[in-house]
């Protein structure tokens, strides 16, 4: 029965969960990088919480600063929709750990937030096209 079924779940691709870790694994490597170019290409095209993302970076890095460390802890996750090329989750989440360098200064405690995150799959991989509130 399972060489039946492995061929199914394998179809079914990488969970909802799966790609919101991934996506917040690689932008947090481009914060600690100071990488303003490869945090641009996790938003999709015109994406205002990307070009918020880039803004807020590069005032990190303008004063020397960058951010090690910083990892996503999610709460809870939820698909609202899903579709071969989008995927909108309600998400709860907060960054947890991270410190800014030089000086290992730790972040501020983050609040668990809510959010309903728009990806989309652009070339093969996943890409937020936008973040609201809630």
């Known amino acids: 029965m399972l060489p039946l079924l492995l061929p199914a779940v394998l179809a079914l ?11 917040d694994e690689r932008r947090a490597a481009a914060w600690s990088a100071g990488d303003a170019a490869g945090l641009r290409t996790l938003y999709t095209s015109g994406s205002v919480a990307g070009r ?5 970076l590069r005032v990190w890095t303008a004063r020397g600063l960058r951010v090690a460390g910083m990892r996503t802890q999610l709460l809870r996750v939820s698909v609202r929709a899903q579709a ?3 995927l909108v989750l309600e998400v709860t989440d907060r960054v947890i750990g ?3 360098v030089p000086g290992a200064v730790p972040l501020p405690r983050d609040r668990p937030t809510g959010h309903v995150v728009t990806f989309r799959r652009v070339a093969g991989e996943w890409r937020v096209s936008s973040v609201r509130s809630g």
């Open 13 to 23: 691709g990488p969970q909802p969960a799966d790609v919101l870790h991934a996506w």
């Open 98 to 100: 991270g410190v800014a």
């Open 52 to 56: 918020r993302d880039v803004a807020m």
């Open 84 to 86: 071969p090329a989008r």
